[in-house]
Antibody, heavy 119, light 110 residues
Framework: EVQLLESGGGLAQPGGSLRLSCAAS????????MSWVRQAPGKGLEWVSS??????YYADSVKGRFTISRDNSKNTLFLQMNSLRAEDTAVYYC??????????????WGQGTLVTVSS | QTVVTQEPSFSVSPGGTVTLTCGLS?????????PSWYQQTPGQAPRTLIY???IRSSGVPGRFSGSILGNKAALTITGAQADDDSNYYC??????????FGGGTKLTVL
């Protein structure tokens, strides 16, 4: 059974940093691309970033501030978030992609971790 | 900037049929955008319903179907049930690894 467990959320100050983690199990992690999707309170879903093979992709709203990475030996996906803004406040979901390369959709989702950016 | 459009809200009677759509602010949606659809109830993680236009994800009931209707992607629920009362999001693939969500449709079954 595929399981994705996010952690690392919490309160951060504007301009601060946080690092999210996503522990994966139930599949061969290194064989699949992975993504982060977020949802601001009361708002819709927003794709944030994906890591596929050796490539990384970012939404314009986070480019240059967020960095996606992965440790295949530990089956873990990361999202380093720097220069945080109030508008980054959201639940951040880890999502599995169906292929190792680029994908058009997400096939499994974690339960999410809440990031709040406020002074 | 490309915007993916969805109806903000829709309602359907139990047992009825409803079609939600997913469009582009400029241009038409086609199979090359590989549209996918997700269901989300408040406080829960999204659930994948449809991918690559019309393929149902594992375990998704047959009353959910995807298609291209005119210049939009469409999600049709045939024989709506009470637990279909949810938010529905589409995603379009815009190339170069970029995926964009629509704003979502709140479907009320009553």
């Amino acid at each position: 059974e595929v399981q994705l467990l996010e952690s690392g959320g919490g309160l951060a100050q504007p301009g601060g940093s946080l690092r999210l983690s996503c522990a994966a199990s139930g599949f061969t992690f290194s064989n699949y691309a992975m993504s982060w999707v977020r949802q601001a309170p009361g708002k819709g879903l927003e794709w944030v970033s994906s890591s596929s093979g050796g490539d990384t992709y970012y939404a314009d709203s986070v480019k240059g501030r967020f960095t996606i990475s992965r440790d295949n030996s530990k089956n873990t996906l990361f999202l380093q978030m720097n220069s945080l803004r109030a508008e980054d406040t959201a639940v951040y979901y880890c999502a599995k992609d169906p292929y190792s390369g680029w994908s058009s959709y997400f096939d499994y989702w974690g339960q999410g971790t809440l990031v709040t950016v406020s002074s | 900037q490309t915007v993916v459009t969805q109806e903000p809200s829709f309602s359907v009677s139990p047992g009825g049929t409803v079609t939600l759509t997913c469009g582009l602010s400029s241009g038409s949606v086609s199979t090359t955008h590989y549209p996918s659809w997700y269901q989300q109830t408040p406080g829960q993680a999204p659930r994948t319903l449809i991918y690559t236009t019309d393929i149902r994800s594992s375990g998704v009931p047959g009353r959910f179907s995807g298609s291209i209707l005119g210049n939009k992607a469409a999600l049709t629920i045939t024989g709506a049930q009470a637990d279909d009362d949810s938010n529905y999001y589409c995603v379009l693939y815009l190339g170069r690894g970029i995926r964009v969500f629509g704003g979502g449709t709140k479907l009320t079954v009553l």
